[in-house]
């Protein structure tokens, strides 16, 4: 016989390959996984892990929202299992030999089959490195964390959550190393939440808001302020939950897949297309922070609840990023709900519910929602200065996962930070380092996506309104253009696409911060009359 020529040789044993796919085990017996059966085993792999994640969220929504607070052990304790169980699955053999098995055939695979193994691959480098006796102990602690959390601000008390944060920095820091030591760990956690983003590309962001912000703001601070008392009346707080159901319904949340919790810091859960929670807080004399809370978080439900019915209980049932997350939210919040369109559509039902705003009009109330002046809280801030909050955050947890600061000196760096950048004093922790639940999470990376996101939403609106009138829809209270634009661009596409792509095609070209200036320069010379 012929030696077979080499190319011959590389074809045959290709052919062969392809037939056998991968070896698996099977009660003793050495058979072969098809392409198919990999397939078949993804599917399967998807559907489980959504299980073990929707019982451990549930849990966890549970435990912010309506358990006492001393549940947290034992539920620590069933999160504890739920999690080694999800964690252990998808590193498992068998999850491993299915992704080889379908990544030696990617020009086989669908679109959506070829973006799960991607995403499935980047999960399992994490898990792959990252002993899973210490992502149970993490996991633990953030279940701590969070009851602990809550305790602290309501005492105002940071030296009670600082060594648990201590301990989560600690860990950010090492599985970053552990999965990809030859990355900066801050951008590690980065593209975490926002695939593709690094430092490099904030600080050039930033430092353009910053440009274009700070000397409007300083215009602003000069000019005649509204009168902004009316946003101080007391509103019944069942008055309050009547209005977030008014506004939910406005906004076309579907009752029977989403609803409505209260919690210390709102937040929403999306467990699925069919199940997604949406929380607040409510405030007897500041009717607005519950009012943009339930709108905001109502754009993230609605990104959720869009996303096609062939991606649920898999990875891709989901929003792609937080930036792109935060340009829905952001983009509702702000957007339609301080617009002009709207503020005169809510008003007599804002005068229904609470008679004593019948001293005012509308056109006081969308000068009052959109005021700017400096503050402490970031969900409370204003379009302009809100950015600035973001900033802080910024620069405060890149010197966490630098190692050049410590928890032990945050609250001093954070109230310097604000008297900087904002010019206000902090008076205590509840107002200062402990109002965001986030690094309780152990979520460090994700609030750049808030600024992102706010100039996301600018430059989407410009081109939406090349389709069709936005303020008329808004104002005739039908939102479904709005939704209808946004679901086929952005929503129905779950995290099929990479989030700058997605955005790409979305804006109809590259991502430009001076849509989002320019859209707060103008807002700003009418509510100020500039």
Same mark, same amino acid.
């Given at each position: 016989a012929?030696?077979?020529h080499?190319?011959?040789f ?5 052919t ?13 017996m050495?058979t +072969? ?5 990999a397939?078949?085993?993804?599917k399967?792999?998807?559907l ?7 019982? !451990?969220?549930?849990l966890?929504?549970?435990?912010v ?11 620590? %304790?069933?999160?504890?299992?739920l999690n080694?169980a999800? &964690?252990s699955?998808?590193n ?17 695979l669908?679109?959506? *089959? ?6 499935r691959e ?14 149970? !102990?993490? %996991?633990d ?14 005492k ?18 090492? =599985?970053?190393g552990?999965?990809?030591?030859e ?9 975490? &939440?926002?695939e593709?983003?690094?430092?490099? =590309?904030?600080d050039?962001f930033f430092?353009?808001?910053?440009? %274009? ?5 300083a215009?602003v601070?000069?000019?005649? $302020? ?13 008055r @309050?939950?009547?209005?977030s ?9 579907? $009752? ?8 210390e810091?709102?937040?929403t859960t999306?467990?699925s ?27 993230h439900?609605? +990104?959720?609840?869009?996303t096609?019915e062939?991606?649920?209980?898999? %990875? ?7 930036g792109?997350?935060?340009?829905q ?6 957007i ?37 002046? $400096?503050?402490l809280?970031?969900?409370?801030a ?9 900033m ?9 996962l630098?190692?050049?600061l410590?928890a032990?000196?945050?609250?001093e ?7 900087? +950048?904002?010019?206000?004093?902090? $008076?205590d ?5 402990? @109002? ?9 990376? &994700?609030?750049?996506?808030?600024a ?9 609106? *410009?081109r939406?309104r090349g ?33 700058t792509?997605?955005?790409r095609?979305a804006?109809?070209?590259? =991502? ?6 320019? &859209?707060?320069?103008?807002k700003?010379r ?5």
């Amino acid at each position: 016989a012929l030696p077979l020529h080499p190319a011959t040789f590389e074809k045959v044993d290709e052919t062969f390959r392809r037939a056998s796919r991968t070896l698996k085990t099977q009660r003793g017996m050495t058979t +072969y996984m098809t392409l198919e059966e990999a397939r078949k085993s993804l599917k399967d792999l998807e559907l489980r892990e959504f299980a073990y994640n929707h019982a !451990a969220g549930m849990l966890y929504f549970d435990g912010v929202t309506a358990a006492p607070k001393g549940t947290y052990v034992s539920r620590g %304790k069933t999160l504890s299992v739920l999690n080694e169980a999800a &964690y252990s699955l998808s590193n498992s053999d068998a999850a491993r030999e299915t992704l080889r098995v379908l990544s030696d055939h990617l020009d086989e695979l669908t679109p959506a *089959e070829k973006r799960l193994v991607e995403l499935r691959e980047k999960s399992l480098r994490f898990k792959s490195r990252v002993p899973v006796d210490e992502y149970v !102990a993490y %996991k633990d602690l953030l279940n701590e964390a969070a009851t602990v959390w809550r305790e602290a601000k309501a005492k105002s008390d940071y030296a009670m959550f600082e060594p648990l944060l201590q301990k989560i920095i600690d860990a950010s820091r090492r =599985f970053a190393g552990l999965v990809e030591p030859e990355k900066d760990p801050y951008d590690f956690w980065l593209d975490t &939440y926002e695939e593709g983003m690094t430092q490099e =590309f904030c600080d050039k962001f930033f430092a353009e808001l910053r440009s %274009k912000l700070v000397p409007l703001i300083a215009k602003v601070g000069a000019a005649e $302020p509204p009168d902004t008392s009316l946003l101080g009346v007391r509103f019944p707080l069942d008055r @309050q939950d009547e209005l977030s159901h008014w506004l939910m319904r406005f906004l076309g949340l579907d $009752p029977d897949r989403c609803t409505l919790a209260t919690t210390e810091h709102p937040f929403t859960t999306d467990f699925s297309r069919y199940d997604v929670r949406i929380t607040t807080k409510y405030y007897e004399d500041a009717f607005a922070s519950s009012m943009f809370s339930v709108i905001h978080e109502g754009g993230h439900a609605l +990104y959720e609840l869009g996303t096609a019915e062939e991606y649920a209980f898999t %990875k891709l049932g989901s929003g792609v990023s937080m930036g792109v997350h935060e340009s829905q939210s952001r983009f509702f919040e702000n957007i339609i709900g301080r617009s002009r369109a709207f503020c005169n559509l809510v008003w007599p039902e804002l005068v229904r519910l609470c008679p004593e705003l019948g001293r005012y009009d509308a056109d006081m109330f969308y000068r009052a929602v959109n005021a700017a002046q $400096p503050g402490l809280i970031r969900i409370e801030a204003d379009e302009l200065t809100y950015s600035l909050h973001v900033m802080v955050r910024y620069e405060l947890e890149r010197a966490l996962l630098h190692g050049e600061l410590n928890a032990r000196d945050l609250p001093e760096h954070w109230n310097a930070l604000y008297k900087q +950048y904002l010019g206000v004093d902090v $008076p205590d922790d509840a107002h200062g380092v402990l @109002q965001d639940s986030h690094w309780s999470g152990g979520d460090f990376g &994700y609030f750049p996506s808030y600024a992102l996101g706010s100039a996301y939403g600018a430059q989407l609106i *410009e081109r939406m309104r090349g389709s069709f009138d936005v303020d008329a829809a808004v104002a005739s209270g039908d939102l479904a253009p709005v939704r209808d634009w946004l679901g086929e661009r952005i929503w129905r596409h779950g995290s099929l696409i990479k989030p700058t792509e997605l955005m790409r095609s979305a804006l109809g070209g590259e =991502f430009d911060a001076s849509y989002y200036t320019r &859209y707060l320069e103008a807002k700003m010379r009418e509510v100020y009359k500039l």
